[in-house]
């Protein structure tokens, strides 16, 4: 998300970023001391500037505001050409102050939005206790069936997890962790019919060659999903043919290319 900063703005930081260390920056203060009170002092001013550029642009708009219904008021009183221009450049003016506002707001929701959007989504969910696809009336379903051990583990893997295997997959921010424990619990209660479990969750989810249950485990597939695409940065194309040469007096070459290791 690009954040560009007015002229004048990036102006006042660099003269407060020079005034700052013309006073402060001494051989025996310590580097991170000084910009850490840089910072300080620098989102201190910035707030300052910020707040009176607002108030002087809101003072501006109440008096263009004032002068066009002075203006529209004289306007109905003596219907003039030049009348009527002068009302039309003060609401060019006003207009172009309220634009520039609006595009401040919207440009502060997004990137709001940006940096908090998704997770205030996740926080919700989590304080209302929901999970994704209505999957727990989904589970409640199958759970008043008369189904074994091993086939809660089979509706689990057949029905419940495709359904959550796209839903990950359309996610791109980071998902706290908290939310696939949520997921494992819901997963244990169903397999052992909401009674005490007999094996841990974790064991459920190895393979059945070292003593698990082959039970799909939704924070594996999530990490499988969001690295599915270094695949394709890290992919290294070698091509079997470098391109043809020809050369005059010789026959039509092509350089083959070797696939053998190259020598350390």
């Known amino acids: 998300l690009r954040v560009k900063l007015c002229p004048s703005h990036c102006e006042f930081i660099s003269k407060e970023i020079h005034e700052f260390l013309s006073f402060n920056k001494q051989p025996d203060i310590l580097p991170k001391l000084l910009w850490e009170s840089m910072k300080a002092y620098l989102r201190g001013r910035c707030i300052c500037y910020s707040s009176q550029k607002k108030k002087k642009q809101n003072a501006k708009i109440e008096e263009l505001t004032e002068q066009i219904k002075g203006l529209e008021e004289l306007l109905r009183q003596d219907p003039s050409a030049a009348n009527y221009r002068n009302l039309i450049k003060v609401k060019f003016q006003l207009n172009n102050l309220l634009t520039e506002r609006e595009s401040f707001i919207i440009s502060r929701v997004k990137r709001i939005y940006h940096e908090q959007g998704e997770r205030k989504v996740f926080d919700q969910s989590f304080k209302d206790k929901k999970l994704p696809l209505n999957m727990q009336e989904k589970i409640e379903l199958w759970n008043n069936l008369p189904l074994s051990f091993l086939g809660r583990i089979e509706t689990i ?108």
């Open 157 to 264: 893997k057949m029905s419940i997890m495709p359904k959550l295997a796209y839903y990950l997959s359309m996610l791109p921010p980071i998902i706290p962790l908290q939310y696939f424990k949520r997921i494992n619990k819901m997963f244990s209660t169903f397999i052992w019919a909401s009674k005490q479990p007999r094996i841990k969750i974790d064991k459920l989810f190895k393979h059945h060659l070292d003593g698990g249950f082959n039970l799909p485990n939704p924070y594996w597939y999530y990490l499988a999903y969001q690295f599915r695409h270094f695949q394709d940065w890290l992919r290294i194309q070698i091509p079997l043919f470098l391109p043809v040469s020809v050369d005059k007096g010789s026959k039509l070459t092509c350089h083959t290319l070797s696939r053998s290791k190259p020598e350390q």
